[in-house]
């Protein structure tokens, strides 16, 4: 999830002099394509889990639902990013974000 963080990609535009714990020292265009082709993949694997687990639960009724309100978090993540293309904004940053809140939300 830090990865494709707001902190990494702040840590990205900076200058290599100025990049505090940044584990590779790219230049931030390489950096950038690099989490770019990343981020792709990323979505579409976690988009894929998400809806196994929504099909789990679906088939399960033993189970409480936690994972089909995430899902369509995600998926409003991932149109609105297809509409508006934000420079240095990963999708997968913020779809690992919703999963993680609502992961925080339920077991709480």
Wanted: include cysteine.
């Amino acid at each position: 999830c830090d990865a494709f963080s707001k902190d990494a990609i702040q840590c990205a535009r900076m200058g290599p002099s100025k990049k505090k714990n940044f584990p590779v020292e790219l230049s931030s265009k390489k950096w950038f394509d690099r989490m770019s082709a990343l981020d792709d993949k990323m979505e579409e694997r976690i988009l894929g889990l998400l809806t196994n687990l929504v099909k789990i639960e679906k088939n399960n009724p033993n189970l409480v639902p936690r994972f089909k309100e995430v899902y369509r978090n995600a998926l409003k993540v991932k149109i609105s990013a297809q509409n508006e293309t934000v420079e240095g904004d990963f999708r997968s940053g913020s779809i690992l974000s919703l999963v993680k809140q609502g992961h925080m939300r339920t077991s709480a």
